[in-house]
């Protein structure tokens, strides 16, 4: 089955009056609104079925699920303060959703099913709207059976423009992804399967960058280029080496971060995660240059090359302003915010599914998992799938209670405790927060992010203000994780609302 529709479906609407948007558009109070927005983009996505060609031949093509025929899907671009529309039609042969990850939006809008709608049935369609409240790099992608439906290649980019843009000679995205496929160029059956679920996920076999797999990437001596990195795989954590080229990042997670040179010049990105990067090509003319993935020892692998023309753009590197204007979040207040513990349980531990058995173990009383009870219920948590736990509760689809109630308004402050041998990127909806310390030391940019990467045994402490009400999910973006229990909900008070 093919899906073709036509990539360029984006109609610009200049309305007059402002108050004419928002009459009857959505549902639902829009605390995040802008008042001032004028210009209403409109796109389609279709989810289907398309054969795509991922690897170069003469490997075949690889039957994919994808919006609008395309991996990824087409990226969507708008400008800060615009009114974003999209019309959502399931061509797939189960239901599914779409999710904006790390946009700001109102709870009904951000496509969890069961939590903030019903799912798109086969067949049917769903219209989203929500404003570009920051500018930055996102993405999207399905929140129904993510691990199946994102891992067979449903994801697309999301990129909404500053109003003053820094200056730069090229603005480039790329997607990477990491497929497990069979030798004949399929994709491998194998979702969901126990292994992957309580070890380090779906890690595949072969890394793409914008739906191929990579050879080279062009560029000229002098120029500039903003990078806008998106993390789309399952599982596979990316630590990419620039080489002899020093990329300076300027956002994070869509983010304006203080522009500087990653640790070790390493660009790691956990899955879902987005990085943007200022590069100045320093080589020189008809050089090539390698960029390294390096972050599973000893599975390093080249990821593309550098190639320069055999003209330059200019003699050297530009002085330009790489400094990216702030977009408005609320600024917690430490000092009054309250405090809440949160600790990651669960996965295999030397050959056993740690958990946290009554809810009262702490991270250090983890070792003591050898009676035969605990070892039953343990076969019985992961035969259910439970394996990972968040504060002692695996979760089981999208409908639980919330883990936490947080007062609208209010300063949190979230101090969270990674009691597994695991990585795990730990994603909240509807929010950005400040990562302000990792293991008791004060991060040195206090990043703002919507997916933190802990790395095993890590304690991560981040701060936000609850300005957003509704019920919002907070998961590993491990999809095997999220789908084997590491998944829970915090919820948002009504402005007002009495607890
Ligand atoms: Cu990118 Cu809950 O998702
Ligand atoms: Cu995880």
């Known amino acids: 089955m093919k899906n073709q529709l036509t990539p360029e479906l984006t109609r610009r609407f200049f309305l007059k009056s402002s108050a004419a948007i928002f009459a009857g558009a959505v549902a639902g109070g829009y605390t995040l609104r802008n008042a001032n927005a004028v210009a209403l983009k409109e796109f389609r996505l279709q989810a289907g079925q398309s054969p795509i060609r991922l690897v170069p031949e003469p490997s075949g093509v690889t039957n994919t699920w994808c919006f609008n025929g395309q991996v990824p899907g087409p990226e969507i671009r708008v400008r800060q303060g615009d009114r974003i529309r999209v019309i959502v039609d399931n061509a797939l042969d189960e239901e599914t959703t779409v999710h904006w990850h790390g946009m700001r939006v109102p709870n009904a809008m951000d496509g969890v099913p069961h939590l903030t709608q019903t799912p798109i049935a086969s067949g049917s369609t769903f219209t989203y709207e929500f404003d570009a409240v920051d500018a930055g790099t996102f993405w999207y992608h399905p929140h129904q059976r993510s691990f199946e439906q994102v891992g067979r290649g449903l994801y697309g980019p999301l990129i909404v423009e500053e109003s003053a843009p820094i200056r730069v000679d090229r603005d480039i995205t790329w997607v990477l992804d990491d497929w497990r496929l069979t030798a004949d160029g399929q994709i491998s059956n194998d979702f969901g399967n126990p292994h992957d679920m309580s070890h380090n996920g779906r890690v595949g076999n072969t890394v793409t960058i914008n739906g191929r797999v990579p050879e080279t990437f062009s560029v000229h001596q002098g120029e500039r280029i903003r990078l806008r990195l998106i993390n789309a795989a399952n599982a596979r954590i990316f630590g990419i080496d620039f080489g002899e080229h020093e990329p300076v990042i300027v956002a994070i997670d869509g983010q304006p971060v203080a522009p500087h040179k990653p640790e070790d010049n390493l660009l790691v990105l956990g899955p879902a995660m987005r990085v943007d990067v200022v590069i100045d090509m320093i080589g020189g003319v008809n050089q090539r240059y390698t960029l390294t993935d390096t972050f599973y020892r000893g599975l390093k692998y080249r990821l593309v090359d550098l190639v320069y023309a055999d003209t330059p753009l200019r003699e050297r590197a530009p002085g330009w302003d790489m400094q990216l204007p702030a977009n408005p979040l609320s600024e917690p207040d430490i000092q009054n915010a309250e ?37 039953g219920s343990m076969m019985t948590m992961m035969h259910s799938g439970r394996i990972w736990f968040i504060n002692g509760v695996a979760a089981e689809g999208h409908i639980m209670d919330p883990m936490l109630t947080l007062h609208h308004g209010r300063s949190h402050i979230i101090a969270m405790t990674n009691a597994t041998a695991w990585h795990h990127p730990i994603h909240f909806h509807g929010h950005s927060f400040r990562v302000l310390s990792r293991n008791g030391r004060p991060t040195s940019h206090r990043e703002w992010q919507d997916t933190v990467l802990m790395a095993p045994k890590e304690r991560v402490e981040i701060a936000f203000v609850a300005d957003n009400p509704g019920g919002w999910m907070f998961h590993c973006h491990i999809l095997e994780h999220q789908a084997a229990g590491m998944m829970g909900v915090i919820r948002v008070t009504e402005p007002g609302e009495r607890t």
Do not use: A, K, P, Y
């Open 339 to 375: 405090r809440h513990e949160v600790t990651f349980n669960g996965g295999m531990m030397g050959g056993m599914v740690m958990q946290e058995m009554g809810g009262s173990m702490g991270h250090d009383s983890m070792g003591s998992m050898g009676s035969m009870e605990s070892m």
